[in-house]
């Protein structure tokens, strides 16, 4: 394939969606008027987990099939994946909630205070009962999304902030490109990143709440994201004080050490999303939109990338393309 692409858009999947393009040696371009990853994106603001069968809990079954690889391919691309796993915990009064969940998810481990304890020892004798996901993994957002940059830059592939598109079209500007698909909507979802040496955890942590679930991520160095609220909205206006004071009492639930926390960042952004949830590739011309990652940026961007970059070099009809599968 020889004509040039151009690719709008440099979160998540457009980063993805170029990598994928360029191991191809397809001629490409990138166009961002921001210039490239950042706060604008709402893959700056992402916790990072690549939980497959965590998600199972509340996605459909495509999310856990196509997401089983993406550890190894953000590895593959530079990102540092930490594969310790995840451990979900609920609380006395909510243990109904991890019953639940262990019946939607598949190949955990129901563990019990001594191995608890073994897996992050400054949890023990805070939970009988938990369940451990030992395939999963988390990344920073950050450092994979400079990972995915840097990359295509040293194969003198550089975002540029203006310009015109030239040959095939990829629009990949989540919720900005909401005035060409009518479909998308926006769910916001807010973060605290926040600094607590006092507490160490070495995983994901997932805290079941019937109302508002919470996990924590760790970041290293005492660093840790924390992230619960998903809202049926695409305000991009800044973390409400509810969410907030939400996510730090449900830290302090899980260790009470956390209630010494330094507060560094307060973040949130709209998630782009179809009705179903599940990610988009729609033909329209010489433009392949590809869209709706929703919260499963990390996760399916690894395989909608490929996708796109099969359908526009072979003409191959991807999964994700509702046309022909509606």
């Not at 019990?112 to 395939?135: C, D, V």
């Amino acid at each position: 394939m020889t004509t040039p692409v151009t690719v709008l858009g440099a979160g998540v999947l457009g980063l993805a969606i170029a990598t994928e393009l360029a191991a191809r040696g397809i001629p490409l371009r990138i166009i961002d008027p921001a210039g490239g990853p950042g706060p604008q994106g709402c893959s700056w603001w992402a916790g990072g987990m690549l939980a497959p069968y965590c998600e199972e809990e509340s996605a459909e079954p495509a999310v856990v099939r196509l997401g089983l690889d993406a550890a190894d391919w953000w590895a593959r691309h530079g990102a540092t994946v930490h594969p310790t796993g995840t451990l979900v915990l609920a609380l006395g009064r909510d243990q109904a909630e991890l019953d639940r969940f262990a019946r939607r998810t598949r190949t955990h481990e129901t563990v019990t205070a001594p191995k608890i304890a073994a897996l992050e020892p400054e949890l023990e004798s805070r939970f009988r009962r938990g369940l451990f996901y030992a395939s999963e993994s988390h990344l920073t957002p950050r450092q994979a999304l400079t990972a995915l940059r840097d990359g295509l830059a040293a194969k003198g592939i550089e975002i540029e902030t203006e310009g015109t598109p030239e040959g095939l079209v990829v629009d990949a500007r989540g919720f900005a490109a909401r005035d060409a698909l009518p479909d998308l909507r926006g769910v916001r979802g807010e973060m605290l990143m926040i600094r607590c040496p006092e507490v160490t955890l070495t995983r994901t942590i997932r805290l079941l709440h019937p109302r508002i679930p919470l996990y924590i991520v760790p970041r290293g160095e005492g660093v840790y994201m924390l992230g619960a609220t998903m809202l049926e909205s695409g305000a991009k206006s800044r973390v409400t004080a509810r969410a907030a004071v939400e996510m730090l009492s449900s830290a302090y639930a899980l260790h009470p050490g956390f209630a010494e926390a330094e507060i560094l960042e307060l973040g949130a952004d709209a998630r782009p999303a179809f009705p179903d949830n599940l990610p988009r590739l729609r033909r329209r011309g010489s433009t392949l939109f590809a869209n709706g990652l929703y919260r499963h940026g990390y996760l399916l961007a690894p395989a909608v990338a490929r996708m796109a970059a099969d359908h526009l070099q072979t003409g191959q009809i991807p999964e994700f393309m509702d046309e022909h599968n509606p």
